[in-house]
């Protein structure tokens, strides 16, 4: 598997990774929200469950990520 990633003069550049990867997060907890709603409409509820707290997980990913991102780490 081939990863892409962006560069900036030839150096990969880790604000742009982050933001790369906060919006696959979103997108994939979009995704889990709908499998779960589709599931939940053919009355499989503890699967659609699932995948509801599967979404709840990656948003709370991205959030991580994003506060990680925005704050300095020098303590």
């Known amino acids: 598997m081939t990863l892409r990633y962006e560069t900036k003069g030839g150096v990969v550049s880790e604000d742009d ?7 696959k997060l979103r997108e ?6 709908q499998i779960g709603h589709i ?7 503890i ?7 599967m979404a709840q ?11 990680f991102a925005t704050t300095s780490m020098v303590q």
Not at 47 to 53: A, L, M, N, Q, S
Not at 57 to 67: V, W, Y
Request: no cysteine.
């Open 17 to 23: 990774q982050i933001i790369i990867m906060i919006e």
């Open 28 to 33: 994939a907890s979009e995704a889990a929200y």
């Open 39 to 45: 599931n939940n409409a053919h009355h499989q509820t």
């Open 47 to 53: 699967r659609g469950e699932g995948f509801k707290r």
């Open 57 to 67: 997980k990656l948003e709370e990913m991205a959030k991580i990520a994003l506060k």
